[in-house]
Nanobody, 124 residues
């Protein structure tokens, strides 16, 4: 059974940092391309970051100067480091394993396995 288990969210003051983690089991993690998405109340799920099997990265333009996605294949874990957080970053963040390579990497429909989501709340 495939599981993506997230940790690391919470409440942070504006200007602060958080690191989200997503631990995978039940798959050969090193073969997976992984993504991070966020969803604010009343909004659609949005692309945040992507990392390929070999470590190539892609970021959403709106956040690219403040975030870093990384992976540790020895720990079957992908990370999202977020810095200089602001209130607009408040959302539930999800990690996901990509499954449909015919769709753009930023399209959440191209991901089949999802983490449970973790709330990030930035207070001003």
């Amino acid at each position: 059974q495939v599981q993506l288990v997230q940790s690391g969210g919470g409440l942070v003051q504006a200007g602060g940092s958080l690191r989200l983690s997503c631990a995978a089991s039940g798959r050969t993690f090193s073969n997976d391309c992984m993504g991070w998405f966020c969803q604010a109340p009343g909004k659609e799920r949005e692309f945040v970051a992507y990392i390929s099997q070999l470590g190539g990265t892609t970021y959403a333009d709106s956040m690219k100067d403040r975030i870093t996605i990384s992976r540790d294949n020895t720990k079957n874990t992908v990370y999202l480091q977020m810095n200089v957080l602001n209130s607009e970053d408040t959302a539930v963040y999800y990690c996901a394993a990509r499954s449909d390579y015919s769709l753009p990497k930023s399209n959440p429909s191209g991901y089949y396995y999802w983490g449970q989501g973790t709330q990030v709340t930035v207070s001003s």
